[in-house]
């Protein structure tokens, strides 16, 4: 079992920054694949940020490359992604997820075995 818990959310204005933690506790292994995802009101879940497995291969959505940046330190078991330019429409819950066994793509849900409780980013125009 592997337990997720996102820090790092809060309300902060239009062009600003956030930095989102997770931090992985239970039985863990190094490397392993992390993704983040956020949800809006009224929305489906969205695919964000992407590191896969060994770190090196890393993954965004359109709507946020070049102003997100997904890093992780293995030692400390820990993912974190950092959001620069924030717009209103970044404004979601935004979730961790981490995937323990090889199988599908670093954009869908279904790759994912373990989802954190979710923190709220609110952006304001």
């Known amino acids: 079992q592997v337990q997720l818990v996102e820090s790092g959310g809060g309300l902060v204005q239009a062009g600003g920054s956030l930095r989102l933690s997770c931090a992985a506790s239970g039985r863990t292994r190094s490397p392993f694949a992390l993704g983040w995802f956020r949800q809006a009101p009224g929305k489906e879940r969205e695919f964000v940020a992407a590191?896969?497995?060994?770190?090196?291969?890393?993954y965004y959505a359109d709507s946020v490359r070049g102003r997100f940046t997904i890093s992780r330190d293995n030692t400390k078991n820990t993912v974190y992604l950092q959001m620069d330019i924030l717009k209103p429409e970044d404004t979601a819950v935004y979730y961790c997820?981490?995937?323990?066994?090889?199988?599908?793509?670093?954009?869908?849900?279904?790759?994912?075995?373990?989802w954190g409780q979710g923190t709220q980013v609110t952006v304001s125009s």
């Open positions: 590191s896969w497995w060994s770190g090196d291969r890393v």
């Open positions: 997820a981490a995937s323990l066994a090889r199988g599908g793509g670093p954009a869908a849900a279904s790759s994912y075995d373990y």
